[in-house]
């Protein structure tokens, strides 16, 4: 008997818990910054709070385009994807060079274009020129965001040397 009472008290409470809670759906396929953040403001408050590290050097990064595959629910999306907006907004990279594509927990969107950028994992960072990828950034930065960076910028740089 006190079992029933103790699983019904729980019940109880376990719904009453989840009501005031607001339910704001995942954002998936194309996203606005601009909507992001009014949707999500953890990444705005975010964005607000980067500083960027490295400023120099990233005046190479203006003629990309940059697309961000990532989850509103994924605590790296979270982390990463404020602090490369804002790194991509100081080195001058316009938003209309950057798509935002947000995917479900399966790492879909409505579009499909996770198999055609393979998406692995969130936040993927693709970095194209001239419509070639030419680096990405997974998960994490290896060093720092500014860092990976510019190392992929001065890699795509170096001439290609066939053997």
Request: with cysteine; charged share 25%; hydrophobic share 40%.
């Amino acid at each position: 008997m006190n079992n029933k009472i103790f699983y019904t008290l729980f019940l109880v409470a376990s719904i009453s818990a989840n009501i005031d809670k607001p339910s704001i759906p995942n954002i998936l396929g194309d996203v606005e910054v601009n909507f992001l953040f009014e949707e999500y403001p953890i990444f705005e408050s975010r964005y607000k709070s980067y500083e960027v590290e490295v400023r120099s050097n990233l005046a190479s990064i203006v003629d990309i385009s940059v697309v961000i595959m990532f989850g509103t629910w994924c605590h790296d999306s979270k982390r990463e994807v404020p602090r490369m907006l804002r790194i991509l907004n100081e080195a001058g990279v316009g938003l209309e060079q950057i798509s935002l594509i947000g995917v479900d927990f399966n790492k879909e969107e409505p579009m499909g274009r996770e198999k055609f950028y393979n998406l692995k994992n969130t936040p993927t960072f693709i970095f194209l020129k001239n419509g070639y990828e030419i680096g990405r950034i997974i998960e994490r930065p290896k060093v720092s965001l500014e860092s990976d960076l510019i190392n992929l910028m001065t890699k795509s740089l170096e001439p290609v040397v066939e053997g």
